[in-house]
């Protein structure tokens, strides 16, 4: 007896994870085998040993069994549930015809290559004392959890993850290397473990400060910021910085002070960093009341213009809203609270000067020559006083 073979491969493909197509090329002549029934149904590896148990759940998965009939649909279907599964790489059908004759019975094998996942991550720095923090680096890593996909494209991808963590803390000549090794706790052969080794280097240090922001004075805040010249550098202290430049800005009554991002760069002989931050002051801002009052405090905790260096319509319908918030719980339940614009001398754009309107149509980058005048205009009427509470009922 001859027994006569056919392969099914299957072509399973996946990007980061996703399935994007799984299909089954059949031969014209595996048609004989379509309604024949199964003698018997097996799972075998391809590339790794033999795992009983793993095999045995595999098979679970299958659409064909022993004892039914075969189908293309069917096989097709099965290859695609064990790709779903998160543990199949690839894999193939092989049917062979048992007996002679086209209704002899076939046995059916899946032949698969397992999905090599990550049994887990180690971070190693050189040298150890390095100020790193390895907690922080872990939190960067994505898709690296152990059980995952093992993946090239990830590991490279978290590796310029770590990269730009070590260059916002000022490692420039920072390196990041990364392997892979098999673990050795498992017998399977599908699990490896990435190890990155990161070696810092020297942190990099401030070359120069340099201000460009039209109308502004910096004398009096450049001794106030924490990157000095031959400090060291890092992104979050840059951050702090430039929010005192902005604060000293509002302090003198800009508040919409035009900053933009600050310019980075990297001197990579002398190991230092130069920062030039550029912009306008922005419009001279008042913000007044009408028919209420706010002491100073007060109006910093409910107004995010007079923080954040602000004056979008948003920024001022939010202003608007906690105020009437507030009203409210005075007992002003009926008070409505409106910002009004005015922009002296009028620009060319302006449209209804003084309104609501003005609001809505002006930019404060457009305003940096210009005062600008918000007021709050609040219509706030008679106040209710709750002088008694009744309540009813059976119980």
Same mark, same amino acid.
């Given at each position: ?6 392969? &099914? ?5 996946? +990007? ?9 090329? *059949? ?36 659409? +064909? ?71 922080? *680096? ?26 730009? @963590? ?28 990435? +190890? @990155? ?47 005192? &430049? ?28 130069? *920062? ?120």
């Amino acid at each position: 007896m001859t027994d006569n073979i056919r392969v &099914i491969p299957s072509r399973l493909l996946a +990007i980061a994870g996703i399935l994007l197509c799984a299909y089954v090329s *059949i031969p014209a002549q595996v048609g004989d085998y379509e309604g024949r029934p199964v003698a018997a149904v097996e799972v075998t590896f391809e590339g790794s040993p033999p795992d009983p148990t793993a095999q045995a759940e595999f098979q679970s998965l299958l659409k +064909i069994v022993a004892g039914g009939e075969y189908s293309a649909v069917k096989a097709h279907q099965s290859l695609q549930d064990l790709f779903a599964s998160g543990r199949v790489a690839s894999g193939r059908v092989e049917i062979t015809e048992v007996g002679t004759g086209r209704s002899a019975p076939v046995r059916v094998r899946f032949v698969v290559q397992r999905q090599i996942v990550i049994a887990g991550v180690s971070l190693t720095i050189v040298p150890p004392t390095a100020p790193i923090a390895k907690d922080e *680096i872990r939190a960067r890593l994505n898709l690296l959890e152990p059980g995952r996909r093992f993946s090239v494209q990830a590991i490279e991808r978290n590796a310029d993850e770590i990269q730009a @963590y070590l260059r916002d803390r000022g490692y420039y000549k920072a390196t990041v290397e990364h392997a892979e090794e098999p673990d050795p706790t498992d017998s399977t052969g599908t699990r490896r473990r990435v +190890i @990155y080794t990161i070696t810092p280097g020297e942190q990099a240090r401030v070359g120069t400060f340099e201000m460009k922001i039209t109308g502004f004075d910096e004398t009096a805040v450049k001794p106030t910021l924490k990157l000095q010249n031959g400090l060291p550098f890092t992104r979050d202290v840059l951050g702090e910085d430039v929010n005192r &430049i902005r604060q000293a800005l509002i302090a003198k009554g800009r508040l919409a002070p035009q900053l933009k991002d600050p310019e980075v760069q990297f001197d990579s002989e002398k190991n230092e960093i130069n *920062i030039a931050l550029s912009g306008k002051v922005g419009p001279l801002v008042e913000v007044t009341f009408k028919n209420y009052t706010l002491s100073e405090k007060k109006q910093l905790q409910l107004l995010p213009i007079k923080r954040e260096g602000n004056i979008d319509v948003s920024v001022l319908e939010e202003g608007a809203r906690r105020v009437r918030n507030q009203l409210q719980e005075q007992g002003y339940f009926f008070s409505e609270v409106t910002p009004l614009c005015t922009v002296t001398p009028p620009t060319p754009s302006t449209v209804d000067n003084g309104t609501n309107e003005t609001c809505q149509n002006f930019s404060a980058a457009h305003l940096n020559d210009y005062t600008v005048k918000v007021g709050l205009r609040d219509t706030v009427n008679r106040s209710v006083k709750l002088t008694d509470i009744q309540s009813s009922g059976i119980d």
